[in-house]
Nanobody, 123 residues
Framework: QVQLVESGGGLVQAGGSLRLSCLAS????????MGWFRQAPGKEREFVAA???????FYTKSVKGRSTISRDNAKNTVYLQMNSLKPEDTAVYYC?????????????????WGQGTQVTVSS
């Protein structure tokens, strides 16, 4: 079993940047896809970004162009760099691990989840 711990969230002003980190332990993540999802109160969990084991990346249209997902397999860590943040980005952000899938945007395709890190963007 793999354990995932997110960090890097916090309070930022609109237009600012954050770099979220997800550290995995218990098993190497190099052979798996990693995803970032977010959830605001009263809303469904929403896909943000994913990266396949060979490094191909995917983004939801609302963050594409201002966010970058990356991985450092030597550190067993995945990152989400977010720039030009907007108040609507406010949510708890979760990382997850699963097998590569054409349905990378579906939460049910991921097997393990972190506890989440809060991102709050003020106007």
């Amino acid at each position: 079993q793999v354990q995932l711990v997110e960090s890097g969230g916090g309070l930022v002003q609109a237009g600012g940047s954050l770099r979220l980190s997800c550290l995995a332990s218990g098993r190497t993540i190099s052979g798996y896809a990693m995803g970032w999802f977010r959830q605001a109160p009263g809303k469904e969990r929403e896909f943000v970004a994913a990266i396949w084991k060979i490094g191909i990346t995917f983004y939801t249209k609302s963050v594409k162009g201002r966010s970058t997902i990356s991985r450092d397999n030597a550190k067993n860590t995945v990152y989400l760099q977010m720039n030009s943040l907007k108040p609507e980005d406010t949510a708890v952000y979760y990382c997850a691990v699963g097998a590569d899938s054409s349905e990378y945007y579906e939460p049910r395709k991921y097997d393990y989840w972190g506890q989440g890190t809060q991102v709050t963007v003020s106007s």
